[in-house]
């Protein structure tokens, strides 16, 4: 009896340890890595943060510790995965928005992402985005949301920020003065538009777009619009 005993645990053994081996072969390696929704960061960094080499083993890859390297760039806000057996690896990164600058010092700017975010420090722009004017700030530290004195200042001019990006706008934009959270001027070209405070800011913003759509040479007119109410009282001509 205890024989027979004995030879079933052994056969036990035998089948968990060809199960074992089984899962850590080759079989399970990752052969192919599909990286997506990178835009800003290459993907040859996003891989090389990745740490899978062609001889990791799909099931037990530490997806944890790579979205922690992965994340290291402050362009990138979320990663996930997707493992496919036996060996394809999904990677797909969430990237954040670099969306405005902000002055730091003389020759020095702070980039800022659609909700006040520093992703980081440089002497000049690598896009076309606005310069935010007029939001004196206390400190900031890079991956975190900028320390301001006036947070609502602040909220309206990401508000706007956001609004201006979901119309296709903020690239044309080259200021954002909130000096005066009621009188906030966003400058496009050679043309002011005041939009007073943040009531109503989506339909302004609509109003602006409509604007510079009936001009036929936008980018040539200067002038300034007061949109203040949604209602656009302005006054435009062709540069000479």
Do not use: C, W
């Not at 009896?1 to 036990?12: H, P, S, V």
């Not at 943060?49 to 922690?68: E, H, I, K, M, V």
């Not at 020095?108 to 992402?113: G, I, M, P």
Request: aromatic share 10%; glycine share 6%; proline share 3%.
């Amino acid at each position: 009896m205890n024989n027979f005993k004995f030879r079933i645990a052994a056969a036990i053994g035998i089948v968990a340890l060809a199960g074992v081996l089984f899962l850590v072969s080759p079989y399970f390696d990752i052969s192919e890595v599909v990286v997506s929704g990178n835009n800003k960061v290459g993907q040859t960094e996003i891989l090389a943060n990745l740490n899978a080499s062609g001889s990791s083993n799909l099931l037990f890859f530490n997806t944890s510790a790579a979205r922690q390297r992965i994340m290291q760039n402050l362009y990138i806000g979320d990663v996930t995965f997707e493992k496919v057996l036996p060996g394809r690896l999904y990677v797909t990164v969430h990237e954040r928005r670099l969306t405005a600058y902000i002055e730091h010092m003389p020759g020095s700017f702070l980039y800022l992402d659609d909700f006040g975010r520093v992703l980081e420090v440089r002497s000049y722009f690598t896009e076309p985005l606005p310069v935010l004017i007029g939001i004196p700030f206390t400190r900031f530290r890079l991956g975190d949301v900028l320390e301001v004195a006036d947070a609502v200042s602040f909220s309206t001019v990401v508000q706007y920020a956001q609004l201006l990006n979901q119309h296709e706008l903020i690239n044309r934009v080259s200021h954002m003065n909130v000096s005066d959270s009621s009188n906030i001027r966003i400058t496009i070209g050679y043309k002011e538009f005041n939009v007073g405070d943040s009531l109503g800011a989506d339909e302004k913003i609509r109003t602006i777009a409509a604007i510079l759509q009936e001009m036929p040479n936008a980018e040539m007119m200067r002038g300034f619009a007061n949109i203040r109410q949604g209602q656009s009282q302005h006054f435009f001509e062709i540069l000479r």
